[in-house]
Structure formats: structure tokens, C-alpha cells
């Protein structure tokens, strides 16, 4: 006894299968573009941050062949002083 072919649920069963197939690389594609989307603002927002450093930096530079940075320096950092300043010490601050 030989089973006949029914070619219809065969087209239908490798149509349901392809259409699985498409709409699950369709899925993948599109959470792949999302993750894209994220890094890449997050990559954005990096470099927005380093141009900011870099502006900063250049900004400090510049500062670097002025005398006035020579002297906040040494009046920051070191505690110096110009001859004919006077220091006042305030004895109620602990």
C-alpha cells in the first residue's frame, strides 16, 4: 500500500517553516541594530567626555608660559608668598 504525497500540506508545512525561519532572523537583525544603537551612544558620550578633557588640557597648557600659573602654583601649592605680603592668621578657626 503506498501512501500518496499530499503536496499541499508539504507547501504549507515548508512555507510555516520558512516563515519561522525569516521572522527569527528578522528578530536577530533587529536586536542586533539595537545593540548597535546603545554602543554606539555610548561611544558618543565618551568622546563627548575626552573632547572636554582635551579642551581642558589645552587650556592648561596655555596656562603653562604665563607667570600668573607660576605664581598660583607657588602660592597654592607651596604656601609662598610675596615680600611685602602680610599673613593673617585667624586664631577662632580651628
Given at each position: ?26 528578530y ?12 554606539s ?54
Open positions: 500500500m503506498k501512501r500518496k504525497i499530499n503536496y499541499k500540506r508539504v507547501t504549507v508545512f515548508i512555507l510555516v517553516l520558512l516563515t519561522v525561519y525569516f521572522c527569527n532572523m528578522h536577530k537583525a533587529i536586536l542586533d541594530n539595537v545593540n548597535i544603537k546603545n554602543e551612544e555610548k561611544i558618543a558620550g565618551l568622546l563627548e567626555t575626552e573632547k572636554k578633557k582635551n579642551e581642558e588640557l589645552k587650556a592648561q597648557q596655555e596656562n603653562l608660559d604665563s607667570d600668573e600659573y607660576y605664581e598660583k602654583l607657588a602660592r597654592e601649592e607651596l604656601g609662598y608668598l610675596k615680600p611685602e605680603e602680610k599673613v593673617f592668621i585667624d586664631s577662632q578657626k580651628k
